[in-house]
Nanobody, 115 residues
Framework: QVQLVESGGGSVQPGGSLRLSCAASGIISSIYTMAWFRQAPGKQRESVATITNGDTTNYADSVKGRFTIFRDNAKNTVYLQMTSLKPEDTAVYLC?????????WGQGTQVTVSS
């Protein structure tokens, strides 16, 4: 059973930085895409950043130039480096692992950007 555990969330002032981590265990295949989503209260879940097993990345327009997704395959971990954070980045951030068969989701970590 694949399990994803996120960490690194917290509260930060506008303009600050945070790094989120998502560690995956129980993986049976080395070919998978990982992604970060976020969901703010009253809003739909949205994709923030995606990285394939070939390290191809994709970002939402709202975070381009501020967020960076990268992965350490030896540790089965994906990271989201967030800089120049804005209040509108406040949300629960969720990690997703997509295999050929199905998606897996983490439990989420709260990010709050406020002065």
């Amino acid at each position: 059973q694949v399990q994803l555990v996120e960490s690194g969330g917290g509260s930060v002032q506008p303009g600050g930085s945070l790094r989120l981590s998502c560690a995956a265990s129980g993986i049976i295949s080395s070919i998978y895409t990982m992604a970060w989503f976020r969901q703010a209260p009253g809003k739909q879940r949205e994709s923030v950043a995606t990285i394939t097993n070939g390290d191809t990345t994709n970002y939402a327009d709202s975070v381009k130039g501020r967020f960076t997704i990268f992965r350490d395959n030896a540790k089965n971990t994906v990271y989201l480096q967030m800089t120049s954070l804005k209040p509108e980045d406040t949300a629960v951030y969720l990690c997703k692992l997509q295999t050929a068969l199905r998606p897996y989701w983490g439990q989420g970590t709260q990010v709050t950007v406020s002065s």
